[in-house]
């Protein structure tokens, strides 16, 4: 037989004991002697015997498969995310099968219809970019099926969710910019349909108006799609014309940022003498470029723990009985480097 091929009947037929000696044997059921216990795992090892995933789901109705749903895996906060969330997902015996929708709606409702096919017992979800309507997920919440949403929140009622006060964190950069003597701070902002642009939206203006500092709408530019070429673009633009120029920019995210450094050393703008930035997120190359970039960190491997785990709980719940909806938010940390000061 071929390596990894051998079943319980197999080895029973090789030690002349019956399938159930050798069942009870890899289990350690008491009543089975230490000598035969031994030769049932020395076999097996040797055999490379693995359990049969599909009969083991059967007995205890579950698949121990959970499905992650995301964006992007380029990015690196989702990447972050993933390792916590196999880190809890292995630890508990469970495999994870990932798709990714490259923000795409499309993307989203086949990934889902994959994942159910596969028999998941539950799925982690950062939804896309496009989704506006959540009546593919209403569905599922409506026949009990785990499903925790985290970092992107829809608008939906008693869901469960993981995210981070990004609130706090935007507030938190704004306001040391403030500190750090720069008045005239614009946020190229992320999509408005995502509550994670919003609220990061709103701490910018909040962190504005408690240092006395007028809001200027034209200075709050959206960047839908968020690339480097986009914010680049935006930036040139906005500093190539007008005389009353920004002196600082908070953007959503690092990638966002780092078009905008781009854009301003090509109009020979210092960093951060002439304009101060910031970012959200901490990428990895955040600490690496030149000068390196003050951002929000966000605790991304936690997020994927966290989330992990109220999915096993929900998952582990007896079938039919609902739980109350739990919202963890994590706190996020603003680390301050060279792109940020000015005194």
């Avoid at 055999?47 to 698949?63: D, E, H, I, M």
């Avoid at 994942?115 to 017992?121: E, G, H, K, V």
């Avoid at 723990?305 to 996020?332: D, S, Y």
Wanted: net charge neutral.
């Amino acid at each position: 037989m071929k390596l990894g091929q051998a079943t319980i009947k197999d080895i029973a037929k090789e030690l002349n004991v019956s399938p159930s000696t050798v069942s009870r044997a890899l289990k350690d059921y008491p009543g089975i002697s230490d000598e035969t216990k031994k030769k049932v795992k020395e076999l097996a090892e040797q055999l490379n015997y693995r359990p049969n995933a599909v009969a083991l789901s059967l007995r205890k109705s579950k698949s121990f498969t959970i499905g992650v749903i995301i964006p992007e895996i380029v990015h690196f906060f989702f990447s972050t995310v993933i390792s916590g969330i196999e880190e809890v997902a292995f630890a508990n015996g469970y495999n994870v099968i990932l798709c990714q929708t490259n923000e795409k709606l499309s993307r989203e409702h086949s990934s889902i219809e994959t994942m159910l096919s596969n028999q998941i017992d539950g799925v982690l979800v950062s939804f896309s970019r496009e989704t506006t309507d959540f009546g593919h997920f209403e569905k599922l919440l409506g026949l009990n099926f785990p499903i925790v949403f985290f970092d992107r929140l829809p608008d939906l009622e008693n869901i469960t969710t993981v995210t981070v006060n990004d609130y706090q964190g935007a507030f938190d950069a704004v306001i040391h910019l403030i500190q750090q003597g720069y008045k005239r701070i614009i946020h190229l902002s992320g999509p408005q349909n995502l509550a994670i642009g919003k609220m990061r939206k709103d701490g910018y203006l909040d962190a504005l108006k408690s240092a006395g500092i007028k809001v200027n709408p034209e200075w709050i530019i959206e960047c839908p799609t968020g690339t480097e070429k986009e914010s680049f673009d935006i930036t040139t633009k906005l500093f190539q014309n007008g005389e009353n120029k920004p002196d600082a920019i908070f953007a959503h995210h690092d990638i966002v940022a780092a078009g905008a450094m781009m854009a301003l050393k090509s109009l020979k703008y210092k960093i951060p003498e002439d304009v101060g930035v910031v970012g959200f997120s901490n990428w990895q190359f955040s600490s690496m470029i030149d000068p390196p970039l003050s951002t929000v960190s966000q605790p991304g491997f936690k997020i994927g723990e966290e989330a992990t785990k109220l999915l096993l709980e929900m998952i582990n719940r007896k079938k039919g009985q609902i739980g109350e909806a739990i919202n963890v938010v994590l706190e996020t940390e603003l680390l301050v480097r060279k792109s940020s000061v000015k005194i």
